[in-house]
């Protein structure tokens, strides 16, 4: 297997990956969503809530609310040596928010929260959480713990995790009838004119929709839009808890210990 690097900053990565089949590159994907773990406030006591908004719509708030996660630190719930239903400080973080309106009305973000620990905060200060009145007070005390994205999906470290195969293009110079047809059709801008010739300008842009086929008044069409095989391109997004190249080794590794377990289960079925 090639893995080459297309695109990386601190949100985003995109692989071009050769020699994966689809079932690999599906589990990958799959294990990125609904397993990778991360922190999210997860309980909430209210200590005082004058506002308008019911208790449960404000957690629901802060549940939602991507926090930065240490998975090297913490431990998940169920995992824990403590197995205590309140969580110790390896499998819990406290956040308390103290706010209140003196005078007119004012919004609470995020960044409001305190955090027992200075490294797991919100990903962003700047996610509302509610609105204030004069006079209208909100403090409460807000448990948060790693979790994994098929329980809820406010644990979930992606916005987005997904492959499509790697696209192979050609336009035959001496078919193509040079009428740009494909060109203004392709939505993902892949083909440009160049000296009254069609040019594919960005291959990795096309998601194999085929409209440019379709429109290529050539019969048959000049345009071969095909893809390889075992080459995909895979995106994807974190939601800022976790690097986005950590939550792919995260999910590798958790495919080797899941692929694991299952052969330690067939052996003890077999014997
Ligand atoms: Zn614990």
Redesign the pocket.
Known sequence: MKIEVLEKDETNIRLAIRGADVTLMNALRRIGLAEVPSMAIDEVVMIENSSILQDEMISHRLGLTPLKTDLDSY?L?EE?????EF??????VTLTMDAESTEGTRTVYSGELVSENPEIIPVSDKVPIIKLAKGQKLKLEAYARLGKGKNHAKWQPVSVCAYKYYPKIEVPTEECGECSKCVDICPKKVYTMKENKVEVRDLLACNLCMDCVEACPQKPPAIKVEWEKDAFIMNIESTGVLPPERIIQEATKMLDKQLKEFKKQVKAEAK
């Open positions: 431990n719930p824990c040596k403590c197995q205590s969580g110790c400080n390896l499998c819990r």
